[in-house]
Structure formats: structure tokens, C-alpha cells
């Protein structure tokens, strides 16, 4: 037996027990020393006892150690039942004597002493109180990442010369015991190419590059540092892996997979918060508790569109109820992820097994999600309200004299009627069973039964409009298609679509927003939904100084509670990612895990200082992200080096830099911005750039709909690229974007053939190289070996060396004689002003190659 079984089976053996100590009466000479059940007899039960201890005692309430709850709430006070071990059920059990199966049937069970304990306290009259205190497991020590945060004092160092800050002191004093030497500077070049790829995310421009190489101050570096991170597109780079850790995407998931159209204005809010150098405290609570804040801004709203990035399920037949659980349950998971470093989820079913995070814990931090309700708003972009407010009116009277035409508002009422008898009499008629199921799903946010239930006066302007748009798209569910065509309610559809695009009308964003109706919380036994175990009320984990407060808990105390400078996780985890994105991997590798199943940090006292120095400067990300890259450990050249082979394979002493493979998205946008393609805009919707021909068709029934942008558009940053989850775009994919589903906290890097087919093949691949010819040709000297080195200063951010110089002269030469001949394979490579040149389509080729250089995709 497990589980609630197990339970139950304890107590059909105290039923038996009682019945027998009540009619004995007596007291046998073994119970000589009274017996203190608190202190002797409870500490037994609450070890041995399996539904008495650990996960069952704190999820079913059941305790052996009680008789109120031993007895289900049977009695008040505490039992006294006088009797005589030597006819007990329950000796029979525990002991395994006269062919009775001994209990419990799983773990350890009772030894001779424990057995002799429990009959000298039944023989003695068995005074079981209704109360009696918990005893607590030996608790395990806490692992590293829950102690303290220390400030430990800067390491002294032999080398003093090489260090440029106080990080370069901690890593050099770890080098030197080891005796390794770190490694030289990179070159000017390097340096700048690297800072604007890990800063912004972008290859530094020609000009950059000259500006830079040309300024010999001795702060030049610091110039650079400084440019970059003012840049706007600096939100862009650092929202990525932020958006990863959010589970973000633009569709809902699952088989119908529909689109979010408004998802984007969290990703919008992202940036500009990361632009705007927000603390990271204040990121962290507008986006955990934003609408809980007083008087909270349309923005603070805005950022808790984290908690609605959770998949949603409209399949037909689905418990929209079983799925608001799940939803809590990802949200609870994801905050202790992202924020603390920790597998919290894995508490759904039982208590964690490795790390001090109990099921009761969970279902505490899960609480805090429960009682949140899906909501959409206004979240207008600057400049929308005006022409939104002048011309209003008119479109909500056009509006109206259209729902008049089709006289909406009679049929609606008849709708409505019998859609809430249909709710009240399940089975009865089931084509209306249908429409109400066809209710709960199609709404966006699945309010669809509150708002039905209020009455038409009762309901604001977007319930009433969510409504009747519902009603007159999907009411032949409920009609059928005969009455529905005479309705005419699919041309009104049409006609509403088209007034409503052609007036203007505000971005809207899907939030969060506490429920009015409070709902009770509650341990899920084995983490199973309908097996409801203990109410639980809103809490923070036991081991990290739990919270504690006279009222109730919100969200926003759990906010406040996680950017607590005495919470020892949240500081470090952070600054691990932020070290992670510099290094290509954190102090700590397990960037997902600080508990005790993941990796131990190789630099455990400079791990503490940068939290500290995070947490003492304000949480300033911008701050603590120039302190890494201005140390000498960042600057320090990738080059390989045949001695740390052995000594350090992984670089985990980081004697050099690390050499990493762009991110997906970054090398999309490299391609575009070194071929002159890039569009620059921050922000807005997202954008559906080619994809290759079959691959929306993938998608449920036809419903992936893959518009392909058009224009300046198709050419923005892969940040903005529409990420379909059961279709996702390719180029993505291939190069290791996570799938939206999960918080992803470090990227895996793979090295795949189709990776390489992907920049050799993709459409958008030749069009960048095709766009660098293009501006070969219009901006560098006409020469071959000028035209190769602006090539080269454009893509690289350096001049060719000799032997490269050479082996590319030779290409182009047997380029150009194979493209004379091939007059069709010229014109796919050359169009504008040159279509079909065998010239162009030369430079075209040798453009390709060097955006497929491993150089090219990875930052130095």
C-alpha cells in the first residue's frame, strides 16, 4: 500500500485496537515506570509510523501521535483507554505475531524495544492526548546556497600587476595556487567585437572598430563599456535570456496552439525595464506582484504578464479546472527556478529529495498563485491614446448600428438563457453542452461562464464586447449551422473585423490580477489533483527564514520576501547568470540548480562578494555587469592553450576566455546587420520573417497561419521573431532556442549538420550575403584587395591575413569563371542594379563564406 491507502490501513488497525483496551481494564506488571507518551511513545509513531511522519502527516493531517486526528476529529480531549497489550489488534500488527501481516508493510518497521514500548503504554491505560507537539526530523545540514551570504576580503596576489579589479584578485589567487599563469590581453579588435556581442548583441560597425583601435586614452576601453551599455538595443540582447527563463512565446501550446497577439507587450516591457537599468529588486516585484503595488501603473501591470507566458489548454473535453492547478503549479515552479535557483517543483508529489524544500512548502509558495485570475487590459503604446480617444465614438456608434442591423442583442438574450440552463443541467441537451464547453475554451482568457452569469448591466465594456464577439462567432454551435446562416451572423462577423481594423485601437496586454472570491488552498496528495490533503494558507520555504505575518500573505509579501538582502539565493543566483552569459558558464555551472544535486561554485568567496557588492549597490545590473567586464579575467584573449588541456579542460580556474557559439537569434542578426538588411526598431509586435513551405502546415488542422512580413519588417532582430510552440521557426530550433514550455536557464550549445546547411542554404542567409555584395560593391574601393579587406573589416571586424587574402582571391577567380558559364546560377546570386553579373555573384559567394566562418558565429 501507498500513499492514502497506507493511511487508511493505520487506521482500520487503531479502530481494532480500541475495542479490545476498552473492555480489558487492565494494567500488566510490565508497566511498573509510567510511560511519558510525548517524550517515549509519540517520537515512535512519528518515525516509524509511514502516514504519521514526513510528507503524509503534513499533506492528510492523519497522525498517530494525536488521538484527535488518529480519531478523525472523534473526540475533544485526550483518550485514556485502559488495557492489556496481550489481546491487541495492534500489537498484533506492529509485532507481525499470530499470522497477521506486521505493519506498516514498507520501511522500517518497529524493532523489539519499540514494540515493548508500545505495549508497557497500552498495558499502563494508553493516555493518548489530543494534542501533542511534533517531533522534528534530524534535519540535515543546509546546503551551501542557504547559508549566509558572506563578504569575504579581497585575496592578496603575488601578480598585482595583472589585476584590474577585485575579481581579478580572486581569480588570479585561485590560479596562483594552482600555478597556472592567466592569459594575455585580447587584442583591441577582439575586445571591442566581444563587448558589443555580449553587451548589445551585436557585431561592432567598421567605423566602430576604426574609432576604437584609433583611441589611445588610457579610459578608452572604459568609453566603450560605458557607450554600449547606454545602448538601446542593450534590452534587446539581455531580454533574451531573461524571456528564456520566462517561458515566453506567442501562441498558447498544446493542439489547438492558438496565437497570443498581445503576448509581445511583456517582452516590450522587458526591455525597456532592462534599458531603463530597473533594480533588479524592483524587476523582480513588478513582475511577481506589479498589481498588487498601491496604485499601481499601467506598466507595474504590464510586468506580470511572466505569470500568463504558462501554456494554455483548449482542447475540447479538458477540466479547465485541472489546468488553472497546473497553471499554479508552473507558476510556483517557475518563480522558485528563475529567481531562487531551485527544483521546487519537484515537491508537487513529496517532499524533495535531496534538497530541505518540504510538499508543504511547495503547496505554501503555491498558495500565493492561486488565487490569480487571468486578465486582459489596455496597455497603450505612446502615441495610441489620441487618435484612440478622437475617433472612439464613432467607431463604438458603428459599431452599434451594426449589432442593431443584425438584431444581435434580441437573439443574444434568448443565447444567453439557454446557455446558463445548459450549465445547470449537464447532458440534457447536448448540442448546448457543446456551445457552453466551446465558451470555457474560446474566450481568451477563459472567463467566459463569470461573464455570462452577470448581468448585462452589471459588466464592464470589454465583458460585454468579449461576449457578444463570442456570440456571434461561435453561437452555431449552439443554432446550428441552418439557423446561424439565416442569422447571417458569419457576414457580421466579417464586417465587425473590418471596422474594428480600420479605426484605431489600443495594444492590450495579458496580466494578472488577484481573484475577488478567495479560494482555499490545499497539499495535493502525491501531487494528485482531486486528492485533497491538508488547507494550506500562502508561505515562503521553512529553511530561508519562512515569512511571518499576523494576516495574510500576497504575492507582493512573497515578492519582497525574495529580494530580502537576508535571502541568501536570490543574489547569487543572479549574478551566476549574469556571469554565465560572460563566461559560458557561471561560477556555479548548474545555473537552474544551487541545491545539492547541482554543481558546487568554483569560486565560492567571489560568488559571495558579487552578490554582495549587487545587493549593497542598489541591485544595479548595469553597475555589477561593468565591474565583470572591466576586470583583466574578461579581457583575457580565448586562444587555446595545450598546457590547460590537462590541468583545466573545462576553464573552470578561467585562465583565458571562454570561445562561445552565438545564441540563435544573435546569429541571425549578426548576418543582417553586417550586410547593411537590419532594421533597428525596438519593440512591437512580432514579426513572421521567411520560413521554409510546410513548415506551419505542421501545425494542428491547418491553424498555424505563417503571414510572412513584408518590408522593413522582415528584417528585425530574431528577438521578435513569432515563436509558435508546436511549430516553432526552424532557424531557431536548430540553433538551440528552447521550446517555450519551461524555464530554460542556461542554453545547451550543439554542434549539429544542419546547423551548417542552415547558414550555408537559408533564404535568409543568401539574402544577407547577396546584400553584402551590394554594399561591397556601392561603398568600397573598386580593387579587388581593398573591396576583400572592407569585406572582411565588415564581417570580422579585422583585415584577412595573408594566407586567408590568398586562398579567397583563388575562390573568386574560379567563381567567376564558372559563373560566365552559368548565366542562370549568376542571376540567382546577383539581382538590383547588377542582376546576373558574374562580378557581383562572385562577391555574393565570398560573402557567404565568410558568413559562414566559424569566426563569424562565435564570440571570441
Not at 493511511?7 to 500488566?28: D, M, N
Not at 549574469?578 to 555551472?589: A, C, I, N, S, T
Not at 584573449?637 to 562561445?660: M, V
Request: charged residues 25%.
Amino acid at each position: 500500500m501507498r500513499g492514502f491507502g497506507r493511511t487508511r490501513s493505520i487506521l482500520l488497525i487503531v479502530a481494532l485496537a480500541i475495542t479490545p483496551l476498552r473492555a480489558a481494564g487492565q494494567v500488566s506488571s510490565s508497566a511498573a515506570i509510567k510511560i511519558d507518551f510525548a517524550r517515549e511513545v509519540a517520537p515512535v509513531f512519528q518515525k516509524r509510523c509511514y502516514g504519521c511522519h514526513g510528507p503524509q502527516m503534513q499533506t492528510s493531517g492523519f497522525r498517530l501521535d494525536v488521538s484527535a486526528a488518529a480519531m478523525r476529529g472523534g473526540n475533544s480531549g485526550p483518550v485514556i483507554l485502559p488495557g492489556n497489550s496481550a489481546g491487541s489488534p495492534l500489537v498484533r500488527r506492529i509485532s507481525g505475531s499470530q499470522g497477521v501481516p506486521q505493519m506498516p508493510p514498507a520501511g522500517p518497521r518497529l524493532t523489539a524495544d519499540e514494540v515493548r514500548l508500545i505495549r508497557a503504554w497500552i498495558d499502563q491505560g494508553a493516555v493518548w492526548p489530543a494534542e501533542a507537539p511534533i517531533a522534528k526530523p534530524t534535519s540535515r545540514p543546509l546546503p551551501w546556497s542557504f547559508q549566509p551570504v558572506g563578504d569575504p576580503s579581497v585575496p592578496a596576489v603575488r601578480n598585482r600587476s595583472w589585476v584590474r579589479n577585485e575579481i581579478d584578485s580572486f581569480i588570479l589567487a585561485r590560479l596562483e595556487k594552482e600555478s597556472i599563469e592567466p592569459s594575455a590581453e585580447a587584442s583591441k579588435a577582439t575586445l571591442l567585437r566581444r563587448l558589443s556581442l555580449d553587451l548589445i548583441g551585436l557585431p561592432p560597425a567598421r567605423e566602430e572598430v576604426a574609432e576604437f583601435l584609433a583611441d589611445n586614452r588610457p579610459d578608452a576601453y572604459e568609453r566603450q563599456v560605458s557607450r554600449l551599455l547606454d545602448s538601446p538595443h542593450y534590452g534587446e540582447r539581455w531580454a533574451r535570456p531573461w524571456l528564456d527563463m520566462a517561458r515566453y512565446a506567442d501562441s498558447d501550446g498544446y493542439e489547438k496552439d492558438w496565437v497570443r497577439p498581445y503576448a509581445w507587450r511583456y517582452r516590450q516591457w522587458v526591455i525597456l525595464a532592462l534599458n531603463s537599468n530597473m533594480p533588479f529588486d524592483q524587476f523582480t516585484i513588478e513582475q511577481i506582484a506589479g498589481d498588487l503595488l498601491p496604485h499601481a501603473t499601467v506598466e507595474q501591470k504590464v510586468a506580470t504578464g511572466f505569470h500568463r507566458n504558462t501554456l494554455t489548454n483548449r482542447e475540447g473535453g479538458v477540466d479547465n479546472e485541472y489546468f488553472r492547478f497546473e497553471n499554479v503549479m508552473d507558476r510556483s515552479s517557475a518563480v522558485g527556478s528563475v529567481w531562487l535557483g531551485l527544483t521546487i517543483g519537484c515537491a508537487q508529489c513529496h517532499d524533495h529529495k535531496f534538497d530541505p524544500i518540504s510538499q508543504r512548502d511547495f503547496y505554501r509558495m503555491a498558495a500565493f498563485f492561486d488565487n490569480v485570475d487571468e486578465v486582459d487590459i489596455d496597455a497603450p503604446l505612446p502615441g495610441e491614446l489620441g487618435p484612440y480617444l478622437r475617433t472612439r465614438a464613432e467607431y463604438r456608434s458603428k459599431r452599434e448600428e451594426l449589432l442593431a442591423q443584425y438584431h444581435v442583442a434580441e437573439v443574444q438574450a434568448e443565447w444567453e438563457r439557454r446557455m446558463l440552463e445548459a450549465s445547470a443541467n449537464p447532458g440534457k441537451w447536448t448540442d448546448w453542452d457543446l456551445a457552453w464547453e466551446v465558451l470555457l475554451k474560446a474566450t481568451r482568457t477563459g472567463d467566459g461562464a463569470q461573464i455570462i452569469r452577470k448581468k448585462p448591466e452589471e459588466r464592464t465594456e470589454r465583458e460585454q464586447d468579449t461576449l457578444v464577439d463570442h456570440f456571434i462567432e461561435y453561437s452555431q454551435y449552439a443554432f446550428g449551422p441552418k439557423r446561424y446562416g439565416e442569422l447571417k451572423f458569419k457576414e457580421l462577423f466579417e464586417k465587425l473585423n473590418k471596422l474594428r481594423d480600420s479605426y484605431p485601437q489600443l495594444t492590450q496586454a495579458m496580466i494578472v490580477a488577484e481573484s475577488q472570491t478567495r479560494r482555499k488552498s490545499y497539499i495535493r496528495l502525491r501531487g494528485d489533483y482531486k486528492a485533497l490533503g491538508i488547507e494550506v494558507q500562502p508561505g515562503t520555504l521553512d529553511a530561508l527564514r519562512a515569512l511571518d505575518s499576523p494576516g495574510a500573505l500576497t504575492r507582493l509579501d512573497l515578492a519582497r520576501w525574495i529580494v530580502n538582502p537576508k535571502n541568501p539565493l536570490t543574489a547569487r543566483v543572479t549574478v551566476n547568470r549574469y556571469w554565465q552569459e560572460f563566461f559560458g558558464q557561471g561560477l556555479v555551472k548548474s545555473a537552474e540548480d544551487f541545491g545539492t544535486q547541482g554543481d558546487r561554485p568554483t569560486h565560492p568567496e567571489l560568488l559571495d562578494w558579487l552578490a554582495t557588492r549587487f545587493v549593497a549597490s542598489g541591485w544595479n545590473v548595469k553597475a555589477i555587469q561593468k565591474r565583470i567586464v572591466m576586470s583583466a579575467t574578461y579581457r583575457q584573449s580565448s586562444a587555446d592553450r595545450g598546457e590547460l588541456r590537462t590541468k583545466d579542460p573545462n576553464n573552470l580556474l578561467l585562465a583565458h576566455q571562454a570561445r562561445l557559439r552565438l545564441s540563435a537569434e544573435l546569429i541571425r542578426d549578426a548576418a543582417l546587420s553586417v550586410s547593411g538588411l537590419m532594421d533597428p526598431s525596438i519593440g512591437g509586435p512580432s514579426i513572421h520573417p521567411y520560413q521554409p513551405k510546410g513548415v506551419a502546415d505542421l501545425g494542428y488542422a491547418n491553424s498555424v497561419k505563417w503571414q510572412e512580413s513584408q518590408g522593413r519588417e522582415r528584417y528585425r532582430r530574431g528577438l521578435y521573431i513569432h515563436f509558435q510552440r508546436t511549430t516553432p521557426y526552424p532557424l531557431l530550433v536548430n540553433f538551440d532556442a528552447p521550446k517555450g514550455n519551461l524555464p530554460v536557464c542556461r542554453r545547451l550549445r550543439t554542434n549539429t549538420p544542419l546547423q551548417a546547411l542552415n547558414l550555408l542554404n537559408d533564404p535568409v542567409f543568401v539574402e544577407a550575403a547577396e546584400a553584402m555584395a551590394y554594399r561591397l560593391e556601392t561603398e568600397s574601393p573598386p580593387d579587388f584587395w581593398s573591396r576583400l579587406r572592407y569585406a572582411f573589416e565588415l564581417a570580422l571586424g579585422r583585415p584577412p591575413e595573408p594566407a586567408e587574402a590568398d586562398r579567397l582571391a583563388a575562390l573568386f577567380e574560379k567563381q567567376i569563371a564558372i559563373l560566365k558559364n552559368e548565366p542562370e546560377s549568376a542571376a540567382a546570386l546577383a539581382s538590383g542594379a547588377k542582376a546576373g553579373s558574374p562580378d557581383t555573384a562572385a562577391w555574393t559567394v565570398l560573402s557567404s563564406v565568410l558568413l559562414n566562418l566559424d569566426e563569424f558565429i562565435t564570440r571570441e
